[in-house]
């Protein structure tokens, strides 16, 4: 019935015919028509810049390159930057000036300083090599001078620079230690603890022939020697300079060396002597279980206190 249905003029009902027609005709004339400008347009503008970018060849002539030469001076001011950025936060080269670290260090050596962890507050702690500016007075007055290429290495970190007046010794005793030598190839102790000192350049003893001590180090400031005990102007002989008794403040501390890198055959690690690990050696570590336990402790009886009372 709904197939042949009719008018009510007995024609056939053609309505639904048309609609349809016009339902799938609209959108092919709509959407030609709507492709037909833009993409005419497109290939004008398309055609266009072919033609521009081709030469009197036909072909398209390719971008040009900056010469070399032209480049050079951007990649080499990069790299100063960058090595800049390294020595002032990261890692900074210094030569060993004398014998005062041997048999560790030998004059003429190259280390690695480590200056990124000072930055997160890390401390010198005992038995890192570190570098550290002068005091004052621990050098004396010094001339010093460098050719232009060694001005340059020292500004990018490479060599260390001769305005610079810095240091290399062992840090023996940190803030709150107390730390003495009574000569006589007595070793060195720290807060009561023997050292075990096998770094010590062959034939030397523990203190030389400089005693010192018990000297209480203050804090924010630490204890320095040198592995050449004989031949080391180290804490032992600047007690006298001010009311520190010879002792560094951590501020001049340049960061710790790290390795050896120069020269290859030299190459090593400067880690911490396992004396320093013994047990005991940390007086304020000593208190500190104790402390922390007395602490923890507290908040937990009250608390418990607190339930019976609560049950009762």
Not at 79 to 88: C, E, M, N, Q, V
Not at 153 to 160: H, V, Y
Not at 203 to 218: R, S
Not at 229 to 244: C, K, M, N, P, V
Request: proline share 8%.
């Amino acid at each position: 019935m709904a197939v042949g249905a009719r008018s009510g003029h007995g024609e056939p009902e053609r309505r639904g015919e048309g609609d349809e027609a016009a339902l799938e005709g609209a959108p092919e004339e709509s959407g030609s028509q709507a492709s037909i400008g833009p993409a005419e347009d497109g290939d004008d503008a398309s055609s266009a810049r072919d033609e521009e970018g081709r030469g009197r060849g036909g072909r398209r002539q390719p971008r040009q390159q900056r010469s070399f030469w032209k480049e050079l001076p951007i990649l080499i001011g990069i790299a100063l930057l960058l090595a800049l950025l390294i020595k002032t936060f990261l890692v900074q080269a210094f030569s060993i000036p004398s014998e005062s670290m041997q048999n560790t260090l030998q004059r003429g050596d190259r280390v690695l300083v480590d200056k990124l962890t000072p930055w997160f507050g890390s401390k010198p702690e005992r038995g890192e090599v570190v570098v550290f500016h002068d005091p004052g007075g621990w050098l004396g007055e010094q001339a010093t001078q460098q050719n232009p290429v060694q001005q340059v290495l020292s500004f990018i970190g490479l060599m260390p620079s001769a305005e610079e007046k810095d240091l290399i010794k062992r840090v023996i005793a940190v803030g709150g230690d107390t730390v003495e030598c009574k000569g006589n190839n007595e070793p060195v102790t720290v807060n009561g603890k023997a050292l075990n000192e096998p770094y010590i350049f062959p034939g030397n003893t523990p203190c030389g022939d400089k005693p010192f001590g018990p000297i209480k180090v203050p804090k924010g400031r630490i204890w320095v020697m040198g592995d050449h005990r004989q031949d080391s102007l180290d804490s032992r002989y600047h007690q006298d300079l001010d009311q520190y008794h010879g002792t560094v403040s951590e501020d001049e501390v340049v960061g710790r060396a790290i390795v050896v890198a120069w020269p290859l055959n030299r190459w090593s690690t400067l880690p911490v002597p396992d004396t320093f690990d013994q047990k005991g050696l940390n007086a304020a570590g000593a208190v500190a279980p104790p402390a922390l336990g007395l602490a923890g402790a507290v908040p937990l009886v009250l608390w418990r206190r607190r339930n019976l009372r609560k049950k009762g």
